[in-house]
């Protein structure tokens, strides 16, 4: 079991940057997936972006070559680098362990 805080959300302009964090509860240096989901409204959740332990990344189409997940074991958190953001990009963010979930952070995006 592992609790996961997620922030950094906020309203940000189309083509800006926002750098969403989410801290673990417990070490993370073992755990193999760690992985950033999100769901916009009347949509269903949707696979972000996925870190294994090893530092392999791997994303979602709509957001390949502006997203980048990465961690940081000796903080326990994983974070999500967004950049040039589009208004589709609206959505609330949750991060997943296992079937561990936070409470997700809200990002807005203005055109």
């Known amino acids: 079991q592992v609790q996961l805080v997620e922030s950094g959300g906020g309203l940000v302009q189309a083509g800006g940057s926002l750098r969403l964090s989410c801290a673990a509860s417990r070490n993370i240096f073992s755990i193999n997936y760690i992985r950033w989901y999100r769901q916009a409204p009347g949509k269903q959740r949707e696979l972000v972006a996925t870190?294994?332990?090893?530092?392999?990344?791997v994303y979602a189409d709509s957001v390949k070559g502006r997203f980048i997940i990465s961690r940081d074991n000796a903080k326990n958190t994983v974070y999500l680098q967004m950049n040039s953001v589009k208004p589709e990009d609206t959505a609330v963010y949750y991060c997943?362990?296992?079937?561990?979930w936070g409470q997700g952070t809200q990002v807005t995006v203005s055109s």
């Open positions: 870190i294994t332990s090893g530092g392999t990344t």
């Open positions: 997943n362990v296992y079937t561990n």
